[in-house]
């Protein structure tokens, strides 16, 4: 029998197709529709029952994606995208994911991947004083925000003392434990609760401020409430740059509450995170000394392709304590003196080599480069809020913060806003926008108010591209 790849030839061949490929896709990346037009099923059913029994080529496969595959695709990387938080695939970033597949490294313990494990050392040190982290944290890439946030979580409640790594919480009176956010806070920290087997009901929503900040008062009382009924309070989570508005949370004044109940901080700063590589804008980490565990993704706004976010804590020791095996397993004795091992940090033993795309995008760009696209994209969105406040048919519904801006289309009637008609003008503009194709908004709802989210992020974006949707309003 021959080799799995008998040569290399075919793959070369493929491999520089598939280059030229993707550069083309991403020089034309404006003539895409940034929506797909197909309909749910309709990509599955163009594909056989089963696969070929005896394979085909690489250019069989190649037509194959772009007249079945590519209909199908929502371009995260058109510059019109404007939905969530858009996503780029730099071509740095590319290029790292290329040799991540080609290594094929596994970074379960440091001899599985001294590179693997030591880059991501490296890289995450250097970004954390790119951002201008406090000094001497560990940090930890995982695939998503989410997945961080549930592991900070787990060190949290390991941080209780109260021997759930080893008794579990089954079976036992234990007092019940309680997490808190603010009502803005992303769905992650209800996922992260119900998995812990904390349950979504013991995140307790805290009251934000008219501009979506959580009120420390509220959350204070909300903390002290629950001790006198015998509750055992664990954690609290706060944003730094919400998802709906990218409002951030008083860091410091609810880590002054998180210090004197000794309670987890974790702020998730997944999205305005990577903003702070800008010196000026800063700001966003006032109080951030109290935070226990930090989570920022630069797959969000770091112009690194999905997936890579990262944890930083200053308690690896709680979060080791949290994840290392009881015991480790014979076949995983080791024999050398590594530091880390970072199968020990968390859930996952298997870890891919992600650290690779992020030295790629912070080396090739560089940082000067980094800010300057940040920079613009914030001019744009204050540019665009800027549009929307000088007109009597639009409304700001949030104070316009990083890249992100939300609002939405108001009817008046003898001068009083209508808010049915508001709301359904505000969908129409939506559905206007997205049915074009030619970009894609999504919405929020605050205060009962629909409201359309456009979220600048994309290195392709330039100007133009939000000038078409001052065109749409
Ligand atoms: C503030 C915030 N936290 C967490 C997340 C979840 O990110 P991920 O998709 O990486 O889990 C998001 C996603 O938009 C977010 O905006």
């Not at 440091?110 to 982290?133: D, Q, Y």
């Not at 087997?197 to 995140?203: A, F, M, P, Q």
């Not at 709906?244 to 880590?255: E, F, H, Y």
Request: aromatic share 8%.
């Amino acid at each position: 029998m021959p080799k799995l790849d008998a040569t290399s030839g075919e793959f070369r061949d493929a491999g520089h197709k598939l280059i030229d490929w993707i550069a083309s896709y991403l020089d034309n990346i404006d003539s895409y529709e940034v929506l797909s037009r197909v309909h749910p099923g309709d990509i599955a059913k163009q594909f056989p029952a089963a696969p070929s029994r005896d394979g085909r080529s690489y250019d069989e496969l190649i037509a194959d994606f772009e007249s079945k595959i590519m209909p199908g695709v929502t371009h995260w990387n058109h510059p019109s995208f404007f939905a969530y938080f858009s996503i780029t695939a730099s071509q740095a970033g590319i290029l790292g994911e290329l040799l991540t597949a080609a290594l094929n490294s596994q970074g379960m313990v440091w001899k599985t991947g001294p590179s693997l494990t030591e880059l991501e050392i490296v890289t995450l040190r250097w970004l954390a004083r790119e951002l201008g982290l406090p000094d001497g944290m560990f940090g930890i890439i995982n695939d998503t925000a989410s997945v961080n946030t549930f592991h900070a979580l787990v060190a949290a409640r390991e941080a209780l003392g109260l021997d759930i790594r080893r008794q579990g919480a089954t079976g036992r009176n234990l007092a019940t434990l309680r997490v808190y956010c603010s009502k803005h806070a992303h769905v992650s920290a209800e996922k992260a609760a119900i998995a812990l087997g904390v349950g979504y009901e013991n995140v307790v929503k805290i009251a934000a401020d008219d501009q979506h900040r959580m009120r420390p008062e509220a959350l204070e009382e909300a903390i002290a409430h629950d001790f006198a009924r015998g509750m055992k309070p664990m954690a609290i989570v706060a944003t730094a740059g919400n998802t709906s508005t990218g409002a951030i949370d008083p860091v410091r004044a609810i880590g002054e509450i998180a210090a004197r109940h000794k309670l987890w901080l974790h702020v998730d700063a997944a999205y305005a995170g990577s903003a702070t590589i800008c010196p000026e804008l800063r700001d966003l980490w006032d109080g951030i000394e109290y935070a226990d565990s930090i989570v920022v993704n630069p797959h969000k706004w770091l112009f690194t392709p999905i997936d890579l976010s990262v944890m930083y804590t200053k308690r690896a020791d709680v979060l080791r304590a949290a994840f290392a095996p009881a015991e480790t397993p014979a076949y995983l004795t080791l024999s050398d003196t590594a530091d880390v091992n970072y199968m020990d940090f968390g859930l996952a033993m298997g870890r891919r080599f992600r650290a690779l795309k992020l030295w790629m995008v912070l080396e090739h760009y560089g940082i000067e480069r980094l800010r300057s696209v940040i920079r613009d994209q914030i001019s744009w969105a204050q540019r665009l809020a800027h549009e929307v406040r000088d007109r009597d048919d639009l409304e700001l519904l949030a104070p316009q913060k990083f890249s992100l801006v939300v609002f939405r289309r108001v009817v008046r009637i003898d001068g009083v806003i209508d808010e049915a008609a508001s709301e359904l003008q505000t969908q129409h503009l939506i559905d206007r926008i997205n049915d074009s194709r030619k970009a894609y908004v999504s919405s929020t709802r605050l205060g009962g108010k629909l409201g359309i989210r456009v979220a600048i992020g994309n290195g392709a974006t330039e100007w133009r591209h939000v000038e078409e949707i001052v065109g749409h309003l």
